[in-house]
């Protein structure tokens, strides 16, 4: 299956910025569509911001404007630029693959797969 492995997340101030990256690696499997969402403890998974099947990057209206996606197609890696960070904006940040190929011989369309998670850390 899809492996995805997250890196950037960290400890910043309030106003400030951070990169986070994502490198989707699966061997003879296509990576169709890419982005990020994030889970504060106890709550749902929310969209961040991600490349749809058709291409088209979508952002949730709290990151619109704030943390422009990025995606290298030819590298199958997404970035999430995120800019003027509020305590709010603090939980873990997981990357998000839709994938299809065969494994184990056995066909997988548009099947979703998740990394492990880099915590983002806004201090006021």
């Known amino acids: 299956q899809v492996q995805l492995v997250e890196s950037g997340g960290g400890l910043v101030q309030a106003g400030g910025s951070l990169r986070l990256s994502c490198v989707g690696s699966?061997?003879?499997?296509?990576?169709?569509?890419m982005g990020w969402a994030r889970q504060a403890p106890g709550k749902r998974r929310d969209l961040v911001a991600a490349?749809?099947?058709?291409?088209?990057?979508n952002n949730a209206p709290f990151a619109k404007g704030r943390f422009p996606v990025l995606r290298d197609t030819t590298k199958n890696m997404v970035f999430l630029e995120m800019n003027s960070l509020k305590p709010e904006d603090t939980p873990v940040y997981y990357c998000?693959?839709?994938?299809?190929?065969?494994?184990?011989?056995?066909?997988?369309?548009?099947?979703?797969?998740w990394g492990q998670g880099t915590q983002v850390t806004v201090s006021s």
């Open positions: 998000n693959a839709i994938w299809s190929g065969v494994v184990n011989g056995t066909y997988y369309s548009d099947f979703d797969a």
């Open positions: 699966g061997s003879g499997l296509s990576i169709k569509a």
């Open positions: 490349y749809d099947l058709g291409g088209i990057a």
